[in-house]
């Protein structure tokens, strides 16, 4: 019912301008028997009405006798059929949404950064300096937030060292001027680690000197979730263009839906512009999507100049979709279709620096990786991302995706098969 | 009066080794208002010819003119006028049929509604279907809406009922016979010898890429000689002096052998069946079967292409 209710939302905002409250109600009711009588047509296919309300424009024609609208823009008619049957297609859904939220999720979990330092003690109850001594020492530790302190008997605390449950046993010694015994396992970083921590607090105790003042860096974009996720906004926008133009132009013409529109009055720039157009308006939605769940659970965000972010999504994406165009040129089956598709991104996932930096690879290889289209994207974002930069750090990867997105539409419209 | 089309040997060469001659100096004039179909085997090249006048394929040599205008210069002007339906379109799936009729109507100036274009093909019903969801038959009639929404001047279908049950073809005829009606050009193909008896008012037979046979159904089936037919079956074969006695009776203007049989075409049938029969008895030929009826645009297109089946499609 939630539905019906997003769908009404809707009207009741469009028709108080248009057409007053009273109209509102009459036009919210007549779509709820709409929808009633459509569900009845079809319920297996309900995932298709969110788009539909969504983005139809109303046509009940108790209230439009002709909408001019609806019928006059074949350029809106074009990217409506092209939203509405993405939209209409869960698995296409999935991939292009769910996939790079999952990934994100994955990696950005299994790469998080390590909590907040913490150095386990033990200490001994049963020693030279027995309980009195032990609660001295415990209550020293105390003041320094970083320890995690537990005291106990020696076979409690030789099998927890054992077990590496703590980095450090202290034996108290009977006195103050006799030295405390540490047993520790020197081959564990976090036992020389606690042994160095615990030995300055003590030698530093009675010292008039207070001690150091620490304050963390709070490097922003230093995580790998930070370095992945620009890369996967970079993904998205190739898989985007050349799935959502490259593929889907072949399966148009193996369908003969290509020819069947050369045969009417359409515009082929239109034809062209819609597939644009479409483009844009999903890689908006993922890239909300995909930003949108990294500021809520990495508290990743833009931190460059918000309009050099736009322009590198946008040049980026129109790229890939003159890529996309370009494969699909010619291409007369959706079999060779796929493989350019893949011989196309293949390389790229691995060389662009996607889930590690491209600068891995040795130096030679170094000046084809840098001229990909995709390593450009993905520097491009990155600077602006994590290091906060602004127009001057992309001018560079812009000038590349300018050149392969221009050289591509060229080609592809010079040697585009219509007919 | 200017013609719908005209198609001036027109030729089409597919590149290939060896290169595939589709179209052979094709010349072919169709009025405007009539219903035609252009009739053929499998490869004769009907595709290519319609695709050429549509415009969707380059000649390799001749002159097209569609509603007395040319490609070259008149492209867009003719494409409104057009309206076509491929011989195989699958139509975006996960569209209702409203939204593709919707769709076809926003590239066209003037044209019909989209209520209107489902109307006239019966569809309202499915409005809200998807495409996907569609019988076979709806998807034709889809598919015909689609190229009746611009309201078109002149309209192309190619092989609009195959594959389609007898009630969803006689629908399809329907809509044909109501464009007609309201005075506009039809172009179609088809197999079914019965649809372009019924449904054209002038017939092209088109084999090797050329035409070899044209005018209205009844003329053609006049052009065979008789317009009836006598068809028999004797035990074992007819001897040859029986044969040409046969062919000397009176009223026979050709007889051929079938694979059932012998097939007479005659002027007259009540006139040739006391003789034929006597004949026979006095050659001691059993006769073992003997139907008459009269000839359809099937004889006529049997006759011309032949009975083999074709290399290659």
């Not at chain 1, 148009?252 to 529109?261: C, E, H, T």
């Not at chain 1, 127009?391 to 300018?402: E, Q």
């Not at chain 2, 054209?200 to 046979?213: F, N, S």
Request: charged residues 20%.
């Amino acid at each position: 019912m939630c539905l019906f209710r997003s769908q009404a939302a809707i009207c009741e905002t469009a028709s108080n301008a248009e057409l007053g409250i009273r109209n509102a109600e009459f036009r919210v009711r007549g779509i709820l028997t709409e929808h009633k009588q459509r569900s009845q047509c079809h319920q297996n296919v309900s995932l298709a009405y969110i788009p539909k309300s969504a983005f139809r424009i109303p046509h009940d024609s108790r209230f439009f006798t002709h909408n001019r609208r609806e019928t006059m823009s074949p350029l809106w008619q074009l990217t409506l059929a092209r939203l509405r049957e993405f939209f209409r297609e869960p698995a296409a859904l999935l991939w292009v949404y769910g996939f790079p939220l999952v990934l994100a999720i994955t990696l950005g979990m299994a790469f998080r950064d390590r909590p907040v330092e913490q150095i386990r003690v033990d200490i001994r109850n049963d020693g030279p300096g027995g309980v009195a001594a032990a609660e001295r020492l415990s209550a020293l530790l105390a003041t320094d937030e970083r320890f995690a302190v537990t005291v106990s008997d020696q076979a409690a605390v030789s099998y927890r060292l054992r077990v590496a449950r703590t980095d450090l046993v202290v034996i108290p010694a009977a006195s103050e001027t006799v030295a405390n015994e540490f047993l520790l396992d020197v081959n564990r970083t976090e036992c020389v680690l606690a042994r160095a921590a615990v030995e300055s607090l003590t030698l530093r105790q009675g010292s008039p000197v207070p001690p150091p003042e620490i304050r963390t860096v709070e490097e922003p974009g230093g995580r790998y979730i930070d370095f992945l996720l620009p890369g996967l906004l970079g993904i998205n926008l190739m898989a985007g263009g050349l799935f959502g133009v490259g593929f889907l132009t072949v399966d148009m013409r193996v369908r003969n839906l290509l020819k069947r529109y050369v045969a009417t009055p359409m515009k082929r720039s239109d034809f062209l512009l819609s597939l644009m157009l479409s483009r844009l308006i999903f890689t908006i939605s993922e890239v909300v999507l995909l930003l949108g769940f990294a500021y809520l659970f990495f508290e990743i965000r833009v931190r460059g100049d918000f309009l050099a972010f736009l322009t590198v999504l946008v040049v980026g994406g129109i790229s890939f979709c003159g890529l996309g165009l370009l494969i699909a040129s010619r291409t007369r089956t959706i079999e060779a279709a796929s493989g350019f598709v893949n011989l196309a991104m293949l390389p790229m996932y691995i060389l662009s620096g996607v889930f590690f930096s491209a600068d891995r690879f040795p130096d030679f290889a170094q000046p084809f990786i840098q001229s990909l289209p995709l390593t450009a994207l993905n520097n491009a974002l990155r600077a602006i991302m994590n290091d906060g930069a602004g127009w001057a750090a992309i001018v560079n990867p812009l000038a590349i995706l300018l050149v392969w997105g221009i050289g591509c539409f060229t080609l592809a419209l010079k040697i585009f098969r219509w007919k | 009066m200017t013609l719908a089309i005209r198609c001036k040997q027109l030729v089409k060469t597919y590149p290939g080794k060896p290169p595939v001659e589709a179209v052979r100096g094709l010349d072919l004039d169709v009025n405007i208002g009539e219903c035609f179909g252009l009739l053929g085997p499998n490869g004769a090249g009907k595709t290519s010819t319609l695709e050429i006048i549509e415009g969707l394929l380059d000649p390799t040599a001749g002159e097209v003119e569609v509603l007395g205008m040319t490609w070259k210069r008149d492209a867009v002007a003719i494409r409104q006028r057009l309206g076509i339906s491929l011989q195989e379109t699958r139509l975006s799936d996960k569209l209702t049929v409203r939204e593709v009729i919707t769709l076809f109507r926003s590239f066209y100036r003037n044209g019909l509604s989209p209520d209107e274009a489902m109307a006239q093909v019966s569809l309202q019903e499915k409005a809200h279907s998807y495409v996907v969801k569609l019988s076979g038959g709806q998807k034709q009639r889809l598919a015909l809406a689609t190229a009746l929404v611009g309201d078109p001047d002149l309209l192309f279908l190619d092989e609009p009922t195959t594959g389609l049950d007898p009630q969803s073809r006689r629908q399809l005829w329907d809509v044909i016979r109501s464009l007609r009606e309201r005075g506009r050009t039809v172009v179609l193909t088809t197999h079914y010898m019965d649809e372009a008896e019924r449904l054209c008012d002038r017939v092209a037979v088109v084999d090797h890429g050329k035409c070899i046979a044209l005018g209205t159904p009844r003329e053609l089936i006049a052009r065979l000689g008789g317009e009836h037919l006598v068809e028999f079956q004797v035990d074992g074969e007819l001897p040859s002096a029986v044969r040409e006695a046969c062919e000397k009776l009176p009223e026979v203007q050709t007889l051929r052998q079938e694979s059932e049989g012998y097939l007479l075409t005659v002027a007259d049938p009540a006139r040739v069946l006391a003789p034929l029969i006597d004949l026979l008895r006095e050659n001691a030929v059993k006769l073992e079967r003997l139907t008459t009826r009269t000839a359809t645009l099937e004889d006529v297109f049997v006759s011309l292409t032949g009975r083999h089946l074709r290399d290659g499609q």
